[in-house]
């Protein structure tokens, strides 16, 4: 089973619409990071979280960790057809920096 | 803006062929990883490197080997295919001694294994 759980496995929405993407730990997470992969490409990074209650903002996409470490969301506003790949958080499950692990990844697709 | 190349997009390659995947990185990082992606799984370690001439398992790495002769390549060897290695190959490097925010990956190579 995955260590960072990642729901939905996919996603459809319409052009315009708001969405969110979890990821969640059973453990306490000392870093988490959000990456997005265009298909069948690299992986391009876009927010680093590492403080509980923390969230950060980049354009219309907005990332939370909660206050207990163990669960983040992604959340698009107004989402565009550019929004549309895939999207992986990435965490440290250790403060030694040697344990990163990635989920499963959510496929956003955005309809014009 | 060259960052994170890796030598092919697309490889085909028989069963028990020996496979190199060639990674080179510009940013003058000392840290470079092999992960593989596969489909519900997300991405596997398979070996990491903190110097030239240094590394260190990752979490899957049976059928793999790696080479950093230099410190810009990182190269994942397989000794002899198997179907079951089919799968995007990423290639990432950072300054720390993981892969973290700020982290670049390569675009990746698609091997299928046949």
């Known amino acids: 089973s995955q260590e960072l759980e990642q729901s939905p496995q996919s996603l459809i929405v319409q052009e315009g619409k708001n969405l969110t993407i979890n990821c969640t730990s059973s453990?306490?997470?000392?870093?988490l990071y959000w990456y997005k992969q265009k298909y069948g490409e690299g992986l391009i990074f876009l927010m680093m979280?590492?403080?509980?209650?923390e969230e950060k903002s980049h354009e219309k996409i907005t990332a939370k960790l909660d206050e207990k470490k163990q669960q983040s969301s992604l959340h698009i506003t107004a989402s565009q057809p550019s929004h549309a790949g895939i999207y992986l958080c990435g965490a440290d499950m250790a403060p030694n920096n040697n344990d990163m692990r990635f989920g499963a990844g959510t496929r956003l697709t955005v309809k014009p | 803006d060259v960052k994170v190349t890796q030598s092919s997009r697309y490889l085909v390659k028989r069963t028990g062929e020996k496979v190199f995947l060639e990674c080179v990185q510009d940013m003058d990082h000392e840290n470079m990883f092999w992960y593989r992606q596969d489909p519900g799984l997300g991405l596997r370690l398979i070996y990491f490197?903190?110097?030239?001439?240094?590394?260190e398992k990752g979490d899957i790495p049976e059928g793999y080997s790696v080479s950093r002769e230099k410190k810009e390549r990182f190269s994942l060897i397989l000794e002899s295919a198997s179907t079951n290695q089919t799968s995007m190959y990423l290639c990432a490097s950072s300054f720390w001694s993981r892969v973290s925010g700020g982290a670049d990956f390569g675009p990746g190579t698609r091997l299928t294994v046949t």
């Open positions: 453990k306490t997470l000392y870093g």
């Open positions: 490197s903190y110097d030239v001439k240094m590394k």
């Open positions: 979280l590492q403080k509980g209650g």
